[in-house]
Each structure stands twice: as C-alpha cells, then as structure tokens.
C-alpha cells in the first residue's frame, strides 16, 4: 500500500470563503467583505472579477444590500461549524485545514490587543476538533486581511503591516497553538501578482508612479520577512509545531519541442518555484534578483532582513494543485483561461467549465519536481474540481461521478509519486463542502463532497447533504488510498 501509516487524509477552506457571519462577534471590514459578485461576466474572465479601485471599495461599504457579497455570507460555518465538523468527522478525516480571519481578533489590525469574541470563536472550534479527533491546520493569511490596513497603508506595500501581522500570529499561537501543531504562512503567496488586493491588499489607484509591478514585488519582500519571524516565532512559542509555505503549483509543460518553447517553459516554471525557493532555501534565488534588476524593479530591504530570512526557513512545503499549464513563444498559439492566469491551451487535456485544465499526470510530475528540488515533507493542501453539474434528486441524492473520477485520478497519481519515493505528508481536498468561489465569487461553482443549499444570491436554506463523492472519499480514507473503486 503506498499510502503511508497516519497520512493526514482531509479537507481545505478559508475563514472568508466559508464563515460568513461577517459583521459577528466585533469583527472588522476584510478585503473579502468587498468582493463582489458579477453575474454578467464571462465566468472566465478572471481580471474582470478581480478587478478593484477606491472608487468600488468605497460603494461596497455603503452598500447595505448584502447580495452581490457573497464572502459576507460564506456558507455560515460561523454558526453551523459543529455539524460540518460531525460529517467530516464521519468521512474519517485526519486533519481538517482551515483560515483565521485576521479581522476576527484585530478588527482593524491596528489594535494593541486581540477581540476577545473572535478568540473565543477560534477555541471553541478547535476544541470541538479535538473531540472530533480532527488534526487542524491553519493558514494565517488565505485572502483576508483587514480593509483598514489596505485602505490607509495599501495594504502590504508599507513595512508597518509586518508588525501587525507578527502580533497576529502570536495571539494565535498563545491561544490556538495548543491545539495547532501545523502551520501555514500566507496562503497561495505567489498569487500577489495575479490579484495583489486579494492576497495583499493592495489597491491599483493608489500606487501611483510606482505602480502596481513594484508594489507586489516590495508587498512580496514584507510577507517574506514577516512568514519568516511567524515561522521563527512559532517554533519557540509551540514545540513539536511544524510551519509551511503554501506555493499556486503552476507545472508548465512546453508546447511543442521547439528549444525556445522549452527555454520559455523553463523561465516560467522558475518564476512559479521562486517564492518557495525563498522560504525553503531562505534566500532569493540570483536568477530572479537579477530579473527583478533588469526591470528595474528595486525593492527596498531593511539591514537584517535577508538574515531574517535566512533564519525562518520552513518545515515542509505545502501547496495547491488544480491543474497544469502550457507555454509557447508563438503568440498565435490558442489560450485558456485557469487558476487566475492565461495560458496556451494544451490539446491533451479536458477543461472544466472555467477553462481550468485537469491533469493528473500533473499531479505526480509537480510532486516529483518540489521534492527533488527542495527534500522536503510535502503537503498537498488544496485539489479539487469545481463544477456546475451537481443536482439534488427528488429522493435527495446528489450523483457526482465526475467528481469522484477527478479525485481518483489525482489519488492514483500520488500513489504513483510515493512509490518513487516521494515523502507525502497528507492531502486536503479543496474544498470538502461547497462554499464560495474565491476568483469568481460564485456559489455555483462547487467543490464539495458536501453539498450546501444555496444559489449565488443567498437564496436557500443552507441545508447540508452528502453527495456520492462524500460516500466515496470515506472509504478512500477508511482504506488509507487503497480502495479507490
Ligand atoms: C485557490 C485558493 O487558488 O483556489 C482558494 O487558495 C480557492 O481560496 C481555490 O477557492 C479554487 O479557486 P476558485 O476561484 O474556484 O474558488
């Protein structure tokens, strides 16, 4: 059996894609909170539903008409936690990996001192894990942080945020780190250049003449610094923690042979691999340093920082994986749309509704690559397929063989990578309960294994029901990996 002994079989969400109960328990403006949904946009269209200025911020937090904020809602997990945390209890989940939202305890992240109502939400979960048996993992930064911060300083372009951030991570480990062995930093931290306001909320209007580019480079540079005193932090304050980086694995094949698609495809799979490079290997590779200096990119570091980096290397290196990509210099080639990027179609691979390409080969090659390359434990903490296809019967039921297929592929191919050799610590799919899209803000995009009674204006009772994948996955989990039929 390749699975090994106590793999950590489970699933993944985020604080501002599932808890909703925004204005609850003192909780502060997030940057989720003014996320808006766009039903006249090309689902596709993945700038478009990203896009953000002052100017919409500034209407969203006007508007008292919650509908077209999804993230506001979420899929009330703030009130209904104990039952999703019974059925993942009953899928046999191992670990369960979930998000605190910053604003939770430091509504503006300026506050000397943490909301004692948003601490105690977090204990109360982890409490009610404990009893489930349900390891946690907790990301403490998955798109979320406070409005404030983004409005007053731009979010993670000025230095100041590093130290709110760093008084964030230890109210977390004062309070949680009892019942939180592992950790993550920043969620996805390669995506600030994809959609800097969600991942660092930074806004485009306010960079002025430095621009957007600079402003994700030296956001970037500030995150780096402060995962790395988090990741120090962490290992004095919780002995026995282990800390992660969480890395978009965006594997690019060539398109054809042609050495300068090669060429191409190599840069692209080194620009992916360059923030895990830094927290792994504590230094900026000199390949990018390099690049970011021929575009005159020049990040301002304070003295003491690249040692701070040097010093705060990570445990394990954890990821998502949803699909690969493809590359070509010939700018004719037919595109696709993905995980928040565009790139060459690969005409080998079917697509999901969003053009996102499934690829469990994939799978089993980014494996590989991340442990030949850093030798490390792996985590894989988010995959999954989102779908539009999900029916409720008459008698209830929810037949999903898609879904199922699209996780066996992927199981198949981990299996095949641990055989090689490669050291997997656990997997959690993402997401294991319907909630809301990150990119597009829908709820019709579903992931789960769980299904949630809700359209994408808020219309339904929020029932839960079990689809067949949820039947499924429990034997995958109750057979360690070796049943997958
Ligand atoms: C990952 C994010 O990139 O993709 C998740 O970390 C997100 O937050 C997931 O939900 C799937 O993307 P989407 O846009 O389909 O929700």
Known sequence: ??????????????????????????????????????????????????????????????????????????????????????????????????????????????????????????????????????????????YEMPLHLSLKYNGWTDRCVVEMFVRFCRTCYEHFGKYVKYWLTFNEVDSIIRHPFTTAGIIPDLCGEKGVTFCCYQALQHQFVAAAIATKMCHEMIPGSQMGCMLTKLTTYPRTCMPEDVAATQKKNLENMFY??????????????????????????????????????????????????????????????????????????????????????GLRISLIELYDRYKKPLFIVENGVGSNNDVVEEDGSIHDPYRIEYFRSHFVEMEKAIDEGVELMGYTSWAPIDLISASTNQMSKRYGFIYVDQDDLGNGTLERRRKDSFFWYKKVIATNGADLD
């Open 276 to 361: 895990s490079d830094v927290m792994v290997f504590g230094e900026y590779p000199r390949m990018i340093l390099r690049d970011l200096e021929k575009r005159g990119i020049r990040i301002a570091m304070e003295p003491g920082d690249l040692e701070i980096i040097k010093e705060g290397t990570v445990d394990f290196l954890s990821f998502s994986y949803y699909q690969s990509c493809t590359e070509s210099v010939d700018p004719d080639a037919e595109r696709t749309p993905g995980n928040t990027i565009l790139g060459v179609k690969n005409p080998y691979l079917e697509a999901n509704a969003w053009g996102w390409q499934i690829d469990p080969v």
């Open 1 to 142: 059996m390749a699975f090994p002994d106590g793999f950590l079989w489970g699933g993944a969400l985020a604080a501002n894609q599932a808890e909703g109960a925004w204005k609850e328990g003192k909780k502060g403006w997030s940057v989720c909170d003014v996320a808006t949904y766009k039903p006249h946009t090309d689902v596709k269209d993945y700038k478009a539903h990203n896009a953000i200025s002052s100017e919409a911020i500034h209407k969203a937090m006007q508007d008292t008409d919650d509908t077209y904020y999804p993230k506001r809602r979420g899929i009330d997990f703030y009130h209904r936690y104990k039952e999703d945390l019974e059925l993942f209890a009953e899928m046999g989940f191992k670990v369960l990996r979930i998000s605190i939202a910053w604003t939770r305890l430091y509504p503006t992240g300026e506050e000397k001192e943490p909301n004692a109502e948003g601490i105690a939400f977090y204990e109360n979960l982890f409490r009610e894990m404990e009893r489930l048996h349900i390891k946690p993992l907790v990301t403490l930064s998955h």
